[in-house]
């Protein structure tokens, strides 16, 4: 089998050299030992990766079609994917929404692309903006923002900043691999706490662990809380779903040592995979409790843009038995399709199935009570002092 490219009309910046974003040019750093990656089209999985292809991205220039190119020669098993980390010299750090499915108006996201490799992700589409793939590239070209903490502390020096809390972990996982050495989400979380800024974090690695001196001295105050998300307790499952995340049992230890530092935990069932993981929903808020968490939250699976053919791949080729009856089930929620974008229906879809979900998730969330969250508290921040080099008028 050998691989034609086509070429493609396209509209992407990137194709005639670009930076990906107006003024954030990337550099790259490589991790030690490792190589670049490189575009792989063939559709074999590999080792501790999510993605079973890269496929193309919708602004790519070039689209590859797999060909038999008549010789008759078995493929060659697929090579390793190694990860890249990028430079992203972003001029700003802080992203608003005003998504009435959100329940926060600002986050920061330290990277682009994250190792976790979780298949589902909702974030892997963003990726094709820089000129990557979302699938593969997601996982294994990675860029992180360097000058983040001080980016954040220059934002909530501004006169105009009125405080709310920032939600770490929106888009990518804050605490993915990478984190061990870029420390990113570190330094935010050091001007977080210098300035009382309230913060809420959603993540599935243990890696938040690290934080827990700076995160146990916010709660104290009412500045902090962390999500952390458990979308499976089969080991078989997780791996192949999210193969460089946190195994699920490490994730409710995490959920026990963050609860006896005094932060508020909730545990986030997401998302919900009709057939696949969606009969495990009360046996993992069921655990969770047990280990501390104090609220829980859930939201079914999204397959938007990219991620319908990626995560259909990757589900026919692991749960082939499986794979019609989810994707069935996906559709009778999202109104004949396969994803529906529509606020209010996105993350919970509709229909029959639908609404069955809905209430077995609140009566096991009122059964094993769990309860919202007091709010984060506002009234203790602090603004950074201006800067003495900068004189004033009177």
Known sequence: MASRQSRRHSQNPLAAGASPLPGAPITRERLAGVDAP???????????????????????TYRH??????WGILE?????VATTVEVDATRTILSRN????IPFSRSINPYRGCEHGCIYCFARPTHTYLGFSAGLDFETRLTYKPEAAALLERELAHRNYRCEPIALGSNTDPYQPVERKFRVTRALLEVMQRHHQPVTIVTKSARVERDIDLLGAMAQKGLARVSVSITTLESRLARVMEPRATAPAARLRTITRLRDAGIPVTVLFSPIVPALNEPELERVLEAARAAGA????????RLPLEIEALFVEWLEHHFPDTAR??????????GGQ???????VRMRGRGVFAELLAKRFDMARRRL?????????????TPPAADDRQMTLF
Do not use: I, Q, W
């Open 338 to 344: 396969a994803y529906e974008s529509t606020f209010g």
């Open 76 to 80: 060659e098993p697929a090579p390793r």
């Open 369 to 381: 009570g769990f309860a919202s969250p007091a709010p984060l508290r506002t009234d203790l921040f």
């Open 65 to 70: 079609e797999p060909e038999d190119d008549g």
């Open 38 to 60: 490189t575009h792989h089209r063939d559709t074999a999985p590999r080792k501790g990766r999510g993605a079973v292809s890269n496929r193309d991205g919708r602004f790519e």
């Open 98 to 101: 005003d998504s009435p499915d």
């Open 325 to 334: 009856r989810t994707m069935a089930r996906m559709r009778d929620m999202r």
């Open 294 to 301: 104090s609220d829980a939250g859930y939201a079914l699976l």
